[in-house]
C-alpha cells in the first residue's frame, strides 16, 4: 500500500505569499496526488491516522522541487570546450568557431532516439532522487522539424517513464543552423516550426541575445506561439544587456530567466507584468562570471525562482539543494528566499498553481530531508540531504 500520511515531522516549511511560514510537530496527509490535510500533528483528525505512514522521526519536511529551466536533453557533452573555456576562451568565441550550442545540435541530431532518453531519463532520476519534483525541459539543438520533433518524443519518453512531472518548451530559436540564412531561419520558425509543434508544448521559449536573436527576431518568434496559446519564457540579457527582459514583461512572458546584466528599470518592468525572473547560478559558477545579485533582483519585488539550467555548455548540473547553496552563498538569497525560489517561485514561472507549497490542494509532492531545518541546504553544501521524496502522492524507492 502507498503512503498517504508523514507523521513526526520535527517542522515543515512552506511558501506563503513572499515568505516561508514553519509548522511544527506537524503531520501531511494526501489522497491520490492531492495533499487533504497538513498541520499539528495533534490537530490531526482521527479519521487519518490508521493511513499508512511515513515516520519522520522529527525530520523537516519541504515542498518539492521545481526546476524551471533544464535542457537535459542532449547528445555527446562539450568537457573538451569546457577545458578551453578555462584556458580563456569565451562561450561566444567557441560558438563562432562551430562549438557550443552548435556542436550539441550535431551530436543531438547524430544520436538515435533511445540513446537520449536513456540519459535524460537518468538525468531527470538523479534530479528526482535529490528532491526535484517537476522539471522543465527544453527542445533547442534540433534546429529543424525532424529533431525538434524527435526532442519532443525524448521528451515525452522521459514523461511517460520518470517519477516526476515534466513541462516541455520549445526552445527552436536557440541558435541558427549551420548553414541556413538568418532571415530564412526566423520566416521558417513562424510560419513552419513553431505552428507545427506548438500543440505537443506548454511553452516557447528564445534565446534573445546579441549573439543569438535579436529583439526583433524574437518577438516574432514569440508573437506567433502567444497566438497558439503557448505560454513565453525568454533567455534575456544573459551575455549582455540586449533587451530580452524588457520584451518579456512586454509581452507578459512567464519567465525571463538569466538575467545576468538586466538593469534595475527591467526588473521593475517584470514585477509590473508579473513575469517571473528566474535565475541560474549554475550558469555563472561553471563560466566562471560573476553572479547576479539575487538579494537585489528580490528586493526589486519581483517574484524569484531558481533553477539548474542543466544543459552541456553553460550549466552542468542536476540537483536543486547545489542551486540553493549557490542562490544563498554567491547570489546573496536568505535560506527562506532561496527555498521559495527553488519552490513557489519555480511553479510560479512554470504557471502551475498546483503546487511549490504545502498545503491543503496542492500536489502531494513533498521532501523529508535528513535533518530538522531546512538550512542545512546551505549551511552543508555538499551534504546529502534527502531522506525521502514523495512524488505526485508516490514515495520514490530509496
Ligand atoms: O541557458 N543561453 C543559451 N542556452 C543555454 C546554453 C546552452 C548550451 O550552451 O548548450 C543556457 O546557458
Ligand atoms: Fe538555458
Same mark, same amino acid.
Given at each position: ?29 494526501? #489522497? ?58 569565451? *562561450?561566444?568565441?567557441? &560558438? ?5 550550442i ?20 537518468? =538525468?531527470?532520476?538523479?534530479? !528526482? ?32 517513464? !520518470? ?10 530559436a536557440h541558435a541558427f ?9 526566423? /520566416? ?7 505552428? %507545427?509543434?506548438?500543440?505537443?508544448? %506548454?511553452?516557447?521559449?528564445v534565446f534573445c541575445d546579441p549573439a543569438a536573436f535579436s529583439?526583433?527576431?524574437s518577438? /516574432? ?7 497558439? #496559446? ?5 533567455h &534575456?540579457?544573459?551575455l549582455?544587456?540586449g ?10 512572458? %512567464? ?6 546584466? !538586466? +538593469?534595475?528599470? #527591467? ?76 519552490? =513557489?517561485?519555480? +511553479? /510560479? ?5 498546483? =503546487? ?22 546551505? *549551511? ?19
Open positions: 500500500m502507498t503512503a498517504r500520511l508523514l507523521t513526526n515531522i520535527g517542522r515543515f516549511f512552506t511558501p506563503r505569499d513572499r515568505s516561508i511560514r514553519s509548522v511544527e510537530d506537524a503531520a501531511i496527509a494526501w #489522497d491520490g496526488d492531492t495533499i487533504d490535510w497538513a498541520g499539528p500533528a495533534s490537530e490531526l483528525p482521527a479519521g487519518l491516522a490508521d493511513r499508512d505512514t511515513i515516520d519522520c522521526e522529527g525530520r523537516a519536511v519541504v515542498p518539492g522541487f521545481v526546476d524551471s529551466h533544464t535542457h537535459l536533453v542532449f547528445g555527446g557533452d562539450r568537457s573538451a570546450e569546457f577545458a578551453r573555456r578555462l584556458g580563456g576562451e569565451s *562561450y561566444e568565441s567557441l &560558438a563562432d568557431g562551430g562549438g557550443g552548435q556542436a550539441t545540435v550535431a551530436a543531438t541530431r547524430a544520436a538515435p532516439t533511445e540513446e537520449l532518453a536513456r540519459a535524460a531519463l537518468a =538525468r531527470v532520476s538523479r534530479m !528526482a532522487t535529490a528532491g526535484t519534483t517537476t522539471v522543465e525541459i527544453k527542445t533547442g539543438y534540433g534546429l529543424d522539424v525532424e529533431h525538434e520533433a524527435k526532442m519532443l518524443d525524448v521528451i515525452d519518453a522521459v514523461d511517460a517513464d !520518470a517519477p516526476v512531472d515534466i513541462v516541455p518548451t520549445l526552445l527552436a543552423p549551420r548553414g541556413v540564412d538568418r532571415v530564412e531561419y526566423v /520566416r521558417f520558425l513562424v510560419d513552419e516550426l513553431v505552428p %507545427a509543434l506548438a500543440d505537443r508544448v %506548454a511553452f516557447c521559449d529583439v526583433e527576431e518577438a /516574432r518568434v514569440l508573437e506567433v506561439a502567444a497566438k497558439k #496559446d503557448l505560454g513565453l519564457r525568454v &534575456a540579457d544573459q549582455s544587456h533587451g530580452g527582459a524588457a520584451l518579456a514583461a512586454s509581452l507578459g512572458a %512567464a519567465s525571463a530567466d538569466h538575467l545576468d546584466h !538586466a +538593469a534595475e528599470a #527591467d526588473l521593475d518592468a517584470l514585477r509590473r507584468s508579473g513575469t517571473v525572473a528566474v535565475l541560474v547560478p549554475g550558469a555563472s559558477l561553471s563560466s566562471r562570471l560573476p553572479f547576479v545579485d539575487a538579494a537585489a533582483v528580490w528586493q526589486t519585488g519581483v517574484e524569484v525562482a531558481i533553477a539548474t539550467d542543466c544543459n552541456p555548455g553553460t550549466s552542468y548540473l542536476e540537483t536543486m539543494p547545489f542551486v540553493i547553496a549557490l542562490a544563498v552563498l554567491e547570489m546573496g538569497m536568505s535560506p527562506d528566499q532561496a527555498l521559495w525560489a527553488a519552490t =513557489r517561485g519555480g +511553479a /510560479r514561472s512554470l504557471r502551475l498553481d498546483d =503546487r511549490g507549497a504545502i498545503e491543503v490542494g496542492a500536489r502531494a509532492d513533498l521532501v523529508v530531508l535528513e535533518g530538522d531545518h531546512h538550512v542545512d541546504l546551505s *549551511y552543508r553544501p555538499d551534504g546529502n540531504h534527502v531522506r525521502h521524496v514523495i512524488a505526485g502522492g508516490v514515495p520514490l524507492p530509496g
